[in-house]
C-alpha cells in the first residue's frame, strides 16, 4: 500500500497500462512533452514512452476523437484526452455517430476500444468553458460507457478497466478531486469493474446516491449525523450504463433516497436515475424521491459568489439528509 491523490491514482494507471500494452497512446492538447496536461496527470508519461505514444494534438476536439476512433480500428488501445469537459462538444459526432456505433454497424467486424477522458466539475472558479457537467449530454447513447471516479482507488482501478475495455469509454474526472484527495492504494495489479455502483456505507434510514465531489460531501455528512441517523451512501460510478440491481437493492432497503448531482437538475444523469427508481421499487418508498442539484442556470459562474450560489455544498447535503430522514 502507497499513498496517492486522486491525480497519482490516473498517472499511476495510465503508466503501467502503457508498459503493459504497447498498443496503448495517449494524445490531446498539452499532453506531451514535458507539462503532461493542464492539471498534470500525463505528465512524466512522455519522457519513458516517446512521443509516438504520448503526444500533443493540434486544438481540435473533433480531430481527437476522430484519430482515437481510428487508432481503435486499427488495434491501438487510444486514449484521448479532451483538456475540459466543456471543449468536448466539437467531439460530439465522432463520438455519438462513429465510435458508440462501430461495433453495431460492422456486426462486431470493428470494434473502438478507446477512453476519452477529460477533466469535468466546479468549484475551481473556472467559468463559463471550464466548469461545466456535460456527462448528461452522452448518458443513454448505447455502445458508450461513462464512468466516474470518486475516490482515490477507484482512480487507479476504473481507468485501467477502462483502458482494457473493447468498448469506447468516456471517462470523466473531477478536476476538484484531483489534489484534495488522498488515501492509500494497493501496489499491486488491480481493477475496478466499469458497470458496478458502489456502497461505501451501510446504512438503514437514508439511502444517499452520489458521484463526484458530491459522494465525498455525502460521506461527510453520514459521518456527521451517524448519532442521529444510518445513512446508506452509494457511489454510482457507472453513469452509463446505471447499475440497476445495486440502485434498487439499496433504495429498497431503507425507503428514503437522496440522489445529488453537481449538474443542473433538468436532464441530468440523476433524472435517469429517479426514473428508474420510480418504475421499478415505487411501493417500495416512504418518502419521495429527492433529488439534490444546481440551479437551472445556463452556466456555472465565474465570480467567487456566484459559484459558491451555484455549487451543492457540504451544508445543503447534510441539511437534505435530515429533511428526509425526518419525513
Known amino acids: 500500500m502507497s499513498e496517492k491523490s486522486y491525480l497519482e491514482a490516473l498517472n499511476l494507471a495510465i503508466t503501467e497500462e502503457m508498459r503493459h500494452d504497447e498498443g496503448v497512446m495517449i494524445f490531446g492538447e498539452d499532453v506531451g512533452g514535458v507539462k503532461g496536461g493542464v492539471f498534470g496527470v500525463t505528465k512524466g508519461l512522455a519522457e519513458e514512452f516517446g512521443d509516438k505514444r504520448v503526444f500533443n494534438s493540434p486544438l481540435g476536439e473533433s480531430e481527437i476523437a476522430g484519430l ?11 486514449i484521448a484526452e479532451f483538456q475540459f469537459a ?8 465522432q463520438i455519438m455517430s462513429e465510435a458508440t456505433k462501430m461495433r453495431y454497424k460492422s456486426a462486431g467486424d470493428w470494434i473502438s476500444p478507446i477512453v476519452m477522458r477529460t ?53 470523466y474526472e473531477h478536476k476538484k478531486l484531483y489534489r484534495s484527495i488522498k488515501d492509500d492504494i494497493p501496489d499491486d495489479d ?11 456505507k451501510q446504512g438503514d434510514d437514508v439511502t444517499v446516491i452520489a458521484y463526484g465531489v458530491m459522494l465525498q460531501f455525502a460521506l461527510k455528512a453520514a459521518e456527521e449525523l451517524k448519532d442521529e441517523f444510518s445513512v446508506e451512501v452509494v457511489d454510482l460510478r457507472s453513469l452509463y450504463p ?4 445495486t440502485v434498487l437493492e439499496a433504495v429498497r432497503k431503507t425507503g ?32 419521495p424521491i429527492k433529488i439534490l442539484a444546481g440551479p437551472d442556470s445556463p452556466s456555472m459562474p465565474y465570480a467567487k459568489d456566484l459559484e459558491d450560489a451555484f455549487l451543492v455544498n457540504q451544508a445543503d447535503v447534510t441539511k437534505s439528509i435530515r429533511e428526509l430522514a425526518e419525513f
Open 68 to 78: 482515437a476512433v481510428g487508432l481503435g480500428v486499427m488495434g491501438h488501445h487510444a
Open 86 to 93: 466543456d471543449y468536448i462538444l466539437p467531439a460530439v459526432n
Open 119 to 171: 477533466p469535468y466539475g466546479g468549484g475551481v472558479r473556472g467559468g463559463f468553458y471550464h466548469s461545466q457537467s456535460t456527462e448528461k449530454i452522452f448518458a443513454g447513447q448505447p455502445g458508450l460507457r461513462i464512468v466516474t471516479p470518486s475516490t482515490v482507488y477507484d482512480a487507479k482501478g476504473l481507468l485501467k478497466s477502462a483502458i482494457r475495455s473493447e468498448d469506447p469509454v468516456l471517462f
Open 190 to 200: 488491480y481493477t475496478v469493474p466499469l458497470d458496478k455502483a458502489n456502497i461505501l
Open 242 to 245: 446505471i447499475d440497476k440491481e
Open 256 to 287: 428514503k433516497v437522496l440522489l445529488i448531482t453537481e449538474d443542473t437538475k433538468e436532464g441530468s444523469v440523476m433524472n435517469n436515475v429517479s426514473a428508474i427508481i420510480a418504475e421499478e421499487v415505487l411501493f417500495d418508498l416512504d418518502a
